[in-house]
Protein backbone atom coordinates (compact mmCIF):
# COMPACT_ATOMS: atom_id res chain seq x y z
CA UNK A 1 0.00 0.00 0.00
CA UNK A 2 1.16 3.58 -0.59
CA UNK A 3 1.95 6.05 2.52
CA UNK A 4 -1.43 7.02 3.84
CA UNK A 5 -2.39 10.52 1.84
CA UNK A 6 -5.64 12.89 2.22
CA UNK A 7 -7.47 13.55 -1.42
CA UNK A 8 -10.14 15.75 -2.01
CA UNK A 9 -12.61 13.92 -3.99
CA UNK A 10 -15.35 16.96 -5.67
CA UNK A 11 -18.75 14.78 -6.27
CA UNK A 12 -18.09 12.14 -3.61
CA UNK A 13 -21.72 11.24 -3.84
CA UNK A 14 -21.36 10.66 -7.35
CA UNK A 15 -21.79 7.61 -9.24
CA UNK A 16 -17.93 7.35 -9.62
CA UNK A 17 -17.25 9.17 -7.15
CA UNK A 18 -18.64 7.50 -4.57
CA UNK A 19 -16.61 4.06 -6.14
CA UNK A 20 -13.87 5.89 -5.91
CA UNK A 21 -14.00 7.33 -2.47
CA UNK A 22 -14.74 3.61 -1.38
CA UNK A 23 -11.54 2.69 -2.70
CA UNK A 24 -9.10 5.09 -1.22
CA UNK A 25 -10.73 4.43 2.21
CA UNK A 26 -10.10 0.95 1.76
CA UNK A 27 -6.66 1.62 1.26
CA UNK A 28 -6.24 3.35 4.40
CA UNK A 29 -6.32 7.15 2.38
CA UNK A 30 -8.22 10.13 4.22
CA UNK A 31 -10.91 11.64 1.93
CA UNK A 32 -12.28 14.54 2.25
CA UNK A 33 -15.65 14.14 0.14
CA UNK A 34 -16.58 17.54 -1.09
CA UNK A 35 -20.65 17.15 -1.34
CA UNK A 36 -23.10 19.57 -2.37
CA UNK A 37 -25.45 18.78 0.05
CA UNK A 38 -23.98 16.64 3.26
CA UNK A 39 -25.84 13.19 3.02
CA UNK A 40 -24.73 9.60 3.25
CA UNK A 41 -22.60 8.32 0.16
CA UNK A 42 -24.34 4.90 -1.67
CA UNK A 43 -22.29 2.65 -3.35
CA UNK A 44 -23.25 1.14 -6.52
CA UNK A 45 -24.36 -1.66 -4.91
CA UNK A 46 -26.38 0.17 -2.77
CA UNK A 47 -25.33 0.41 0.04
CA UNK A 48 -24.23 2.55 2.38
CA UNK A 49 -20.31 3.79 2.17
CA UNK A 50 -18.38 2.57 5.36
CA UNK A 51 -15.19 3.79 5.19
CA UNK A 52 -11.96 1.93 6.64
CA UNK A 53 -9.14 1.50 7.45
CA UNK A 54 -9.10 5.24 6.46
CA UNK A 55 -10.93 8.08 7.31
CA UNK A 56 -13.50 10.19 5.60
CA UNK A 57 -14.85 13.71 6.39
CA UNK A 58 -17.73 15.12 4.62
CA UNK A 59 -17.41 18.77 3.22
CA UNK A 60 -20.30 20.84 2.15
CA UNK A 61 -19.35 22.91 -0.48
CA UNK A 62 -20.74 24.34 -4.29
CA UNK A 63 -18.48 23.71 -6.81
CA UNK A 64 -19.94 26.68 -8.94
CA UNK A 65 -18.70 29.43 -6.10
CA UNK A 66 -14.75 30.63 -5.94
CA UNK A 67 -12.96 28.27 -3.46
CA UNK A 68 -15.79 25.89 -4.04
CA UNK A 69 -18.22 27.30 -1.54
CA UNK A 70 -16.56 26.00 1.77
CA UNK A 71 -15.62 27.44 5.17
CA UNK A 72 -12.58 28.95 6.14
CA UNK A 73 -11.98 26.18 8.15
CA UNK A 74 -12.65 23.40 5.34
CA UNK A 75 -10.89 25.86 2.81
CA UNK A 76 -7.90 25.12 5.39
CA UNK A 77 -8.15 21.81 5.24
CA UNK A 78 -8.45 20.92 1.49
CA UNK A 79 -5.19 23.07 1.24
CA UNK A 80 -3.27 20.71 2.70
CA UNK A 81 -4.92 17.53 0.64
CA UNK A 82 -1.86 15.89 -0.74
CA UNK A 83 -4.45 14.98 -4.02
CA UNK A 84 -7.37 16.13 -5.77
CA UNK A 85 -10.39 14.22 -7.61
CA UNK A 86 -12.75 16.04 -9.99
CA UNK A 87 -15.47 13.87 -10.60
CA UNK A 88 -18.52 16.58 -9.68
CA UNK A 89 -20.14 17.28 -13.02
CA UNK A 90 -23.63 17.62 -14.70
CA UNK A 91 -24.02 14.32 -17.09
CA UNK A 92 -27.84 14.99 -17.66
CA UNK A 93 -28.30 15.60 -21.49
CA UNK A 94 -30.75 18.26 -22.97
CA UNK A 95 -30.28 20.97 -20.15
CA UNK A 96 -29.36 24.89 -20.97
CA UNK A 97 -26.14 25.75 -21.59
CA UNK A 98 -25.72 27.73 -19.02
CA UNK A 99 -26.65 25.17 -16.47
CA UNK A 100 -23.17 23.08 -18.22
CA UNK A 101 -21.38 26.58 -18.22
CA UNK A 102 -21.60 26.75 -14.38
CA UNK A 103 -21.25 23.08 -13.39
CA UNK A 104 -19.03 21.58 -16.03
CA UNK A 105 -16.66 24.79 -17.23
CA UNK A 106 -16.70 27.38 -14.35
CA UNK A 107 -16.83 24.38 -11.96
CA UNK A 108 -13.63 22.83 -13.04
CA UNK A 109 -12.09 26.37 -13.17
CA UNK A 110 -12.83 26.85 -9.79
CA UNK A 111 -11.22 23.62 -8.56
CA UNK A 112 -7.88 24.30 -10.87
CA UNK A 113 -7.85 27.43 -9.03
CA UNK A 114 -7.82 25.51 -5.55
CA UNK A 115 -5.14 23.02 -7.01
CA UNK A 116 -2.93 26.20 -8.68
CA UNK A 117 -2.61 28.03 -5.21
CA UNK A 118 -0.57 24.70 -3.85
CA UNK A 119 0.00 22.99 -6.95
CA UNK A 120 -1.62 19.78 -5.70
CA UNK A 121 -1.41 17.28 -8.40
CA UNK A 122 -5.34 16.67 -9.93
CA UNK A 123 -6.99 13.69 -11.72
CA UNK A 124 -9.87 15.51 -13.50
CA UNK A 125 -12.68 12.84 -14.69
CA UNK A 126 -13.62 14.01 -18.43
CA UNK A 127 -15.46 11.85 -21.17
CA UNK A 128 -14.25 9.84 -24.18
CA UNK A 129 -17.11 11.74 -25.75
CA UNK A 130 -15.13 14.94 -26.51
CA UNK A 131 -14.07 13.29 -29.25
CA UNK A 132 -17.69 14.80 -30.83
CA UNK A 133 -19.82 13.36 -33.51
CA UNK A 134 -16.85 11.70 -35.86
CA UNK A 135 -15.87 8.51 -36.76
CA UNK A 136 -12.67 6.68 -37.05
CA UNK A 137 -10.00 6.29 -33.95
CA UNK A 138 -9.98 9.23 -31.12
CA UNK A 139 -6.76 8.95 -29.64
CA UNK A 140 -5.87 9.52 -25.72
CA UNK A 141 -3.54 12.32 -26.87
CA UNK A 142 -6.21 14.66 -28.79
CA UNK A 143 -8.29 17.23 -27.88
CA UNK A 144 -9.48 20.28 -30.11
CA UNK A 145 -9.53 18.86 -33.27
CA UNK A 146 -12.58 20.70 -35.08
CA UNK A 147 -14.57 18.22 -33.89
CA UNK A 148 -18.30 19.08 -33.23
CA UNK A 149 -19.65 18.66 -30.00
CA UNK A 150 -22.70 16.46 -30.03
CA UNK A 151 -24.72 18.09 -27.16
CA UNK A 152 -24.22 20.47 -24.77
CA UNK A 153 -22.45 18.42 -22.40
CA UNK A 154 -19.93 17.04 -24.90
CA UNK A 155 -19.40 21.19 -25.31
CA UNK A 156 -18.78 22.10 -21.93
CA UNK A 157 -16.63 18.51 -21.11
CA UNK A 158 -14.01 19.64 -23.85
CA UNK A 159 -14.38 23.60 -22.88
CA UNK A 160 -13.64 22.13 -19.39
CA UNK A 161 -10.47 19.51 -20.62
CA UNK A 162 -9.05 22.41 -22.15
CA UNK A 163 -8.76 24.60 -19.27
CA UNK A 164 -7.39 21.37 -17.44
CA UNK A 165 -4.34 21.44 -20.16
CA UNK A 166 -3.70 24.80 -19.58
CA UNK A 167 -3.43 24.31 -16.19
CA UNK A 168 -0.81 21.88 -17.30
CA UNK A 169 0.86 23.75 -19.26
CA UNK A 170 1.35 26.29 -16.59
CA UNK A 171 2.98 23.41 -14.28
CA UNK A 172 0.22 21.82 -12.22
CA UNK A 173 0.72 17.80 -12.18
CA UNK A 174 -2.29 16.79 -14.25
CA UNK A 175 -3.94 13.32 -15.30
CA UNK A 176 -7.24 13.26 -17.16
CA UNK A 177 -9.54 10.17 -17.10
CA UNK A 178 -11.81 9.88 -20.33
CA UNK A 179 -14.90 7.49 -19.64
CA UNK A 180 -16.59 6.48 -22.10
CA UNK A 181 -20.92 5.84 -21.54
CA UNK A 182 -20.26 4.42 -17.55
CA UNK A 183 -22.72 1.58 -16.87
CA UNK A 184 -23.26 -0.92 -14.11
CA UNK A 185 -20.69 -3.17 -12.64
CA UNK A 186 -18.43 -5.72 -14.75
CA UNK A 187 -19.42 -8.96 -13.25
CA UNK A 188 -22.57 -8.58 -11.95
CA UNK A 189 -24.37 -5.71 -14.36
CA UNK A 190 -25.64 -4.16 -11.11
CA UNK A 191 -26.23 -0.24 -11.50
CA UNK A 192 -27.22 2.21 -8.67
CA UNK A 193 -28.49 5.38 -11.03
CA UNK A 194 -30.22 4.47 -14.19
CA UNK A 195 -29.19 7.33 -16.31
CA UNK A 196 -26.87 7.38 -19.42
CA UNK A 197 -27.72 5.01 -21.85
CA UNK A 198 -30.93 3.32 -19.63
CA UNK A 199 -33.79 5.96 -20.42
CA UNK A 200 -33.23 4.90 -24.20
CA UNK A 201 -32.98 1.22 -23.13
CA UNK A 202 -36.10 1.60 -21.32
CA UNK A 203 -37.83 3.94 -24.43
CA UNK A 204 -36.25 1.63 -26.77
CA UNK A 205 -37.84 -2.16 -25.27
CA UNK A 206 -41.00 -1.26 -24.35
CA UNK A 207 -41.40 0.22 -28.01
CA UNK A 208 -42.36 3.55 -27.31
CA UNK A 209 -40.16 4.52 -30.46
CA UNK A 210 -39.85 1.55 -32.92
CA UNK A 211 -37.95 3.41 -35.54
CA UNK A 212 -34.46 5.48 -34.97
CA UNK A 213 -32.02 6.80 -37.18
CA UNK A 214 -28.73 4.96 -36.87
CA UNK A 215 -26.23 3.29 -38.42
CA UNK A 216 -25.79 -0.80 -37.41
CA UNK A 217 -22.39 -0.16 -37.65
CA UNK A 218 -22.46 2.53 -35.11
CA UNK A 219 -20.41 1.76 -32.29
CA UNK A 220 -21.67 1.87 -28.25
CA UNK A 221 -18.51 1.29 -25.92
CA UNK A 222 -20.03 0.75 -22.52
CA UNK A 223 -17.52 0.97 -19.62
CA UNK A 224 -18.04 -0.37 -16.56
CA UNK A 225 -18.03 2.13 -13.61
CA UNK A 226 -16.12 -0.21 -11.27
CA UNK A 227 -13.61 -0.14 -14.10
CA UNK A 228 -13.68 3.03 -13.93
CA UNK A 229 -12.99 3.98 -10.55
CA UNK A 230 -10.29 1.38 -10.41
CA UNK A 231 -8.34 3.31 -12.90
CA UNK A 232 -9.10 6.99 -11.13
CA UNK A 233 -8.23 5.29 -8.29
CA UNK A 234 -4.79 4.10 -9.23
CA UNK A 235 -4.20 7.69 -11.47
CA UNK A 236 -4.87 8.91 -7.93
CA UNK A 237 -2.05 6.80 -5.74
CA UNK A 238 0.54 6.91 -8.93
CA UNK A 239 0.25 10.32 -9.87
CA UNK A 240 3.81 10.68 -10.56
CA UNK A 241 3.60 7.64 -13.13
CA UNK A 242 0.03 9.16 -14.51
CA UNK A 243 0.79 12.82 -14.61
CA UNK A 244 0.73 14.75 -18.10
CA UNK A 245 -1.07 11.34 -19.05
CA UNK A 246 -4.49 11.25 -20.93
CA UNK A 247 -6.00 8.18 -19.90
CA UNK A 248 -9.25 6.24 -21.74
CA UNK A 249 -11.23 4.94 -19.37
CA UNK A 250 -13.07 2.39 -22.07
CA UNK A 251 -14.78 -0.99 -22.18
CA UNK A 252 -16.93 -3.01 -24.36
CA UNK A 253 -17.43 -2.02 -27.80
CA UNK A 254 -20.79 -2.61 -28.90
CA UNK A 255 -22.43 -2.35 -32.34
CA UNK A 256 -25.97 -1.26 -33.14
CA UNK A 257 -26.30 -5.10 -34.70
CA UNK A 258 -25.23 -6.41 -31.64
CA UNK A 259 -27.56 -4.22 -29.42
CA UNK A 260 -30.18 -5.43 -31.67
CA UNK A 261 -29.38 -9.03 -31.90
CA UNK A 262 -29.32 -9.31 -27.82
CA UNK A 263 -32.84 -7.16 -27.46
CA UNK A 264 -34.03 -10.03 -29.59
CA UNK A 265 -33.09 -12.50 -27.15
CA UNK A 266 -35.66 -11.45 -24.76
CA UNK A 267 -39.41 -12.07 -25.89
CA UNK A 268 -40.74 -9.26 -23.76
CA UNK A 269 -38.87 -6.74 -25.30
CA UNK A 270 -39.63 -4.83 -29.02
CA UNK A 271 -36.73 -4.82 -30.73
CA UNK A 272 -36.21 -0.96 -32.54
CA UNK A 273 -35.46 -0.37 -36.32
CA UNK A 274 -32.46 1.88 -37.40
CA UNK A 275 -32.31 3.53 -40.41
CA UNK A 276 -29.75 5.41 -42.34
CA UNK A 277 -30.39 9.05 -40.85
CA UNK A 278 -30.52 10.64 -44.35
CA UNK A 279 -33.99 8.19 -44.57
CA UNK A 280 -34.93 9.18 -41.29
CA UNK A 281 -38.08 11.43 -40.66
CA UNK A 282 -39.67 12.16 -37.35
CA UNK A 283 -42.63 13.61 -38.79
CA UNK A 284 -43.18 10.23 -39.97
CA UNK A 285 -43.11 8.74 -36.84
CA UNK A 286 -47.05 7.55 -35.12
CA UNK A 287 -48.02 10.30 -33.19
CA UNK A 288 -47.77 8.55 -30.28
CA UNK A 289 -44.34 7.84 -30.63
CA UNK A 290 -43.38 11.19 -31.32
CA UNK A 291 -43.13 12.70 -27.72
CA UNK A 292 -40.66 10.09 -26.53
CA UNK A 293 -38.64 10.78 -29.99
CA UNK A 294 -38.49 14.47 -29.23
CA UNK A 295 -38.03 14.35 -25.44
CA UNK A 296 -35.30 11.30 -25.13
CA UNK A 297 -34.19 9.41 -28.22
CA UNK A 298 -33.32 13.01 -29.67
CA UNK A 299 -30.80 13.83 -26.99
CA UNK A 300 -28.89 10.58 -27.56
CA UNK A 301 -29.20 9.87 -31.25
CA UNK A 302 -25.96 11.29 -32.12
CA UNK A 303 -24.22 7.92 -30.34
CA UNK A 304 -26.31 5.84 -32.79
CA UNK A 305 -24.37 7.60 -35.88
CA UNK A 306 -20.91 7.39 -34.83
CA UNK A 307 -18.18 4.54 -35.86
CA UNK A 308 -15.88 5.59 -33.44
CA UNK A 309 -13.01 3.53 -31.70
CA UNK A 310 -11.26 4.71 -28.63
CA UNK A 311 -7.99 4.31 -28.64
CA UNK A 312 -6.58 3.12 -24.96
CA UNK A 313 -2.99 2.20 -25.28
CA UNK A 314 -2.11 4.55 -22.58
CA UNK A 315 -4.26 3.63 -20.32
CA UNK A 316 -3.55 -0.08 -20.83
CA UNK A 317 0.27 0.27 -20.26
CA UNK A 318 -0.42 2.84 -17.02
CA UNK A 319 -2.84 0.00 -15.63
CA UNK A 320 -1.83 -3.09 -16.82
CA UNK A 321 -5.51 -3.88 -17.72
CA UNK A 322 -6.46 -4.00 -21.65
CA UNK A 323 -9.75 -3.26 -22.66
CA UNK A 324 -12.06 -6.41 -21.67
CA UNK A 325 -13.74 -8.50 -23.78
CA UNK A 326 -17.13 -10.07 -24.18
CA UNK A 327 -19.69 -7.31 -25.34
CA UNK A 328 -22.88 -9.20 -25.86
CA UNK A 329 -22.51 -10.88 -22.37
CA UNK A 330 -22.04 -7.88 -20.53
CA UNK A 331 -25.25 -6.13 -22.08
CA UNK A 332 -27.12 -9.22 -21.43
CA UNK A 333 -25.61 -8.74 -17.44
CA UNK A 334 -27.18 -4.84 -17.62
CA UNK A 335 -30.33 -6.22 -19.18
CA UNK A 336 -30.76 -8.62 -16.66
CA UNK A 337 -30.41 -6.71 -13.65
CA UNK A 338 -32.78 -3.59 -14.94
CA UNK A 339 -35.30 -6.36 -15.74
CA UNK A 340 -34.59 -8.30 -11.95
CA UNK A 341 -34.84 -4.72 -10.31
CA UNK A 342 -37.72 -3.80 -12.31
CA UNK A 343 -36.83 -0.98 -14.66
CA UNK A 344 -37.52 -2.74 -18.03
CA UNK A 345 -40.08 -5.01 -16.36
CA UNK A 346 -40.25 -8.10 -15.10
CA UNK A 347 -37.59 -10.60 -15.68
CA UNK A 348 -38.70 -12.88 -17.96
CA UNK A 349 -37.42 -15.72 -19.34
CA UNK A 350 -34.34 -14.72 -22.12
CA UNK A 351 -34.44 -16.77 -25.22
CA UNK A 352 -31.05 -18.74 -26.43
CA UNK A 353 -28.96 -16.98 -28.86
CA UNK A 354 -29.04 -19.83 -30.88
CA UNK A 355 -33.07 -19.20 -31.49
CA UNK A 356 -32.53 -15.65 -32.85
CA UNK A 357 -32.62 -15.38 -36.62
CA UNK A 358 -30.35 -12.74 -38.13
CA UNK A 359 -33.01 -10.49 -38.72
CA UNK A 360 -33.91 -10.37 -35.31
CA UNK A 361 -37.20 -12.71 -35.53
CA UNK A 362 -37.10 -15.70 -33.11
CA UNK A 363 -37.96 -19.64 -33.47
CA UNK A 364 -39.23 -21.33 -30.57
Known amino acids: MSDPMTVLVTGAGGFVGAEVTARLTAAGHTVLALLHHNTELVRNNGRKLTPGPGTLTRITGDITRPGLGMTDDDRRLAAIADRIVHCAAVTDFGLPDGHYDRLNVEGTRHVLDLALAVRTPLVHLSTAYVCGERDGTAREDELDVGQRP????????????????????????????????????????????????????????????????GH?????????????????????????????????????????????????????????????????????????????????????????????????????????????????????????????????????????????????????
Open 150 to 213: GNGYEKSKLAAETLVRAAAADGLPVTVVRPSIVTGAGRTGRVRDFKTIYPVLRILTRGLVRTVP
Open 216 to 364: YDAVLDLVPVDRVADLVTEATLRAQDAECRTLHAVGYELTLRDFSDVLAEYPCFQVPRFVPPSAFSAQALPDGERPYYDRVITLYDTYFRRRVHFDDTRAAAFSGRPAPTGARPYLRRLLDHCLATGYLGPAPRRLPAAAVRPDGSTHR
